[in-house]
């Protein structure tokens, strides 16, 4: 009843101050609160939302929120997870990719539960778009495959080709062109016959982005022509309402070169107050390469100065690279050479760490370059200087010149000569130093290989001991204990002392199960991870267990990843206090992937592997046996991630 009192005065203070022009919004408003069924009351609330975004942030997240409640309270599956998908998506809009990864998880987990395919296919969809905001593409690729997946179930093609768009323009990001035309292309057949003129403007856009990146001129002018084609039909946005793929079409399309930058000029205000980080970042760079295709140079390093204050907060490596590169180019133009040394310094230091081999490529054409840009001007100045010195003796000139250009010439070669030496005795140490450090890394995995082996080898035999010997003899035990019934008269120590001895035999099975589980020999490592999960469950813990692509694995291989998954399962029980626990593997033709996440209290994980704890030291191991990779994520109070991915 308080939260409806608020939203109420919320609702004639917007009446109070708008007037006329909110007389739609009132409307929504009165109408809202009117309603008896709270879930029509969601859906109003979530439109009122929608209808402030772009007016009042602020109030359209309370609006959300409180939908957001009111479908809590009420619990119907299907309105619950359309008021977390909005609010998600919002929140999303606004630049907190982590809060809204929060949000779409919930309703991707009730769709899951409750709903049909394509409500699972959108959730899937809507948090693939925050693990590529975040910079998680392995994640994001997964979700955006299992959205295909849901939507090919219902024969969507147009749902799919949103998805293929979506994965094309995460490809293009990382500037994997081939890959990202690939996808857009068998988009675009179907988008294109589409009624959908929001998603036909925004696939024209990336396709021609797609052709532009590529140097590919000719097909860019064919969707350049599409773009203005549709550009005739279609009323343009508010600045406060366009986003960053739609003022990119500025840059690209646009010939009303002024309204362009008044539109990105109110888009960045609009975002900035907003606090959207990365939108922010992107629109000044927009705004500068829009200054600087017109040679307006000074204005464009300013807005490009301003785009770096804030992308730096960002995981957006690719547009850093983009940014370093045009004030790189920028501050040429301008002859700062000193400042353009440092960004092109930059550019090289992101360069390296992406390791994309074509901009690498790139980086050594530009400084060749340069180099031979300033060797030139240098020969030039030299002439210059030796034809305003003498005048006098034609011979003598061009004697000296001869001179100058074969010292120049020695000195050029001889450097070079130099620096060539260099750099093959600085190789060859290091390829030397490669070969001990790879001949000590063998003998540290044969070791482990052998110690791993061995404590295998160990539990087996143990196991068998235990269940074949012991549990034999306690078999015998009870029997030859029992046999006495008629002997004696029952008594409390007689019904103990055989309780004690069917504990004992309990106890031996599962201390056999634990150090070599039957399943793994009979039914192997899927098997055995089923009877795990099974097991959890029982203790009162939710363990989903999904297996993608899973190939039968080498008897060794197949035991390590079951210890694994044992070992940490087993440090959630004893550690995590969780209450839900998802186990996934997934295997490609190249690698076993193993994630194994809970929502429990997290930890330190940089303090927890400096103690070297016997329970992550054992994973590690675990993991350098397999040759592979093991990735920690875990957030205090939210709980923890592993991602490990095994070559095979």
């Known amino acids: 009843m308080k939260s409806k009192s608020i939203l109420y005065f919320i609702a004639l203070f917007f009446s109070s101050f708008f007037g006329q022009a909110q007389t739609s919004l009132d409307s929504l408003i009165t109408s809202a609160f009117a309603m008896d069924d709270d879930t029509a009351k969601v859906k109003e609330l979530l439109n009122i939302g929608g209808k402030l975004r772009y007016s ?40 907190d990719y982590k809060n809204a990864k929060t949000w779409k998880t919930k309703a991707l987990d009730i769709a899951k539960k409750h709903l049909d395919e394509k409500s699972r296919g959108w959730a899937y969809s809507e948090l693939a778009t925050s693990f590529r905001r975040l910079g998680q593409l392995d994640s994001a690729f997964y979700h955006y495959t299992n959205a295909e997946t849901e939507f090919a179930n219902i024969n969507d093609d147009f749902a799919i080709a949103k998805v293929h768009t979506a994965l094309g323009r995460m490809y293009l990001e990382k500037l994997d062109v081939e890959i990202a035309e690939q996808y857009l292309q068998k988009a675009w057949k179907v988008i294109e016959k589409s009624d959908s003129r929001v998603d036909i403007g925004y696939t024209i856009y990336i396709m021609a982005n797609l052709y532009f990146t590529a140097e590919n001129y000719e097909q860019f002018g064919v969707f350049a022509q599409k773009w203005k084609e549709f550009n005739q039909q279609s009323k343009h946005k508010s600045p406060e309402s366009i986003d960053k793929l739609h003022v990119g079409t500025f840059t690209l399309f646009f010939q009303d070169d002024l309204r362009a930058v008044e539109k990105l000029n109110g888009a960045i205000e609009f975002q900035k107050n907003n606090g959207n980080t990365f939108m922010t970042a992107m629109l000044l760079m927009d705004l500068g390469i829009l200054h600087y295709g017109q040679n307006r140079y000074a204005p464009a390093l300013n807005a490009f100065y301003e785009s770096e204050k804030y992308i730096i907060d960002t995981n957006d490596e690719v547009n850093q690279l983009h940014l370093y590169r045009y004030i ?7 002859e700062n050479i000193p400042t353009a040394f440092k960004y092109l310094e930059k550019y090289h230091s992101v360069y390296e760490k992406i390791q994309n081999e074509k901009m690498l490529k790139n980086l050594s054409d530009l400084e060749v370059k340069y180099e031979t840009e300033k060797v030139a001007q240098e020969n030039k100045m030299q002439a210059l200087e030796i034809k305003q010195k003498t005048t006098q003796n034609n011979l003598l000139i061009a004697s000296s010149i001869l001179l100058a250009l074969l010292a120049l010439t020695i000195f050029v070669n001889y450097r070079s000569r130099i620096r060539t030496n260099q750099k093959l005795a600085a190789q060859e140490s290091e390829i030397q130093r490669q070969r001990i450090q790879q001949l000590e890394q063998e003998k540290k995995v044969l070791s482990l290989n052998s110690m791993i082996e061995g404590q295998e080898q160990e539990r087996m035999r143990i ?3 235990l269940h074949d010997g012991l549990g034999g003899l306690l078999t015998s035990v009870k029997s030859h204990f029992n046999s006495l019934n008629g002997g004696i008269e029952k ?3 007689f019904e103990k002392t055989n309780y004690l001895i069917d504990e004992a035999c309990v106890e031996v099975r599962r201390i056999s199960h634990n150090m070599m589980p039957r399943a793994l020999t009979l039914s192997g490592l899927e098997g055995a991870l089923e009877d795990l999960a099974e097991n959890i469950n029982r203790q009162g813990i939710k363990c989903d267990l999904e297996i993608m692509g899973l190939k039968e694995l080498p008897h060794t291989q197949s035991v390590m990843v079951y210890r694994l998954v044992q070992e940490l399962t087993n440090n959630i029980l004893k550690h995590a206090e969780a209450k839900n626990i998802l186990l996934q593997l997934l295997q490609n033709s190249e690698h076993l992937t193993i994630i194994v996440e809970d929502d429990g209290k997290g930890f330190n994980v940089e303090e927890a592997l400096q103690k070297k704890g016997l329970g992550l030291t054992s994973v ?3 993991v350098e046996f397999l040759k592979g990779e093991i990735d920690w994520d875990s957030v205090i109070g939210e709980g923890t991630t592993v991602n490990i991915h095994v070559p095979v």
């Not at 790189?328 to 301008?334: E, H």
């Open 56 to 95: 009042d942030v602020d109030s359209a997240t309370l609006f959300m929120r409180q939908a957001v409640d009111i479908a809590e309270k009420v619990g119907h599956p299907q309105w619950l997870f359309n008021a977390y998908v909005r609010l998600g998506a919002f929140i999303h809009w606004r630049g």
């Open 328 to 334: 790189y180019d920028t501050n040429k133009k301008l």
């Open 463 to 465: 196991a068998n001991d």
């Open 491 to 493: 008594n409390t120590l």
């Open 620 to 622: 590690q191991s675990r």
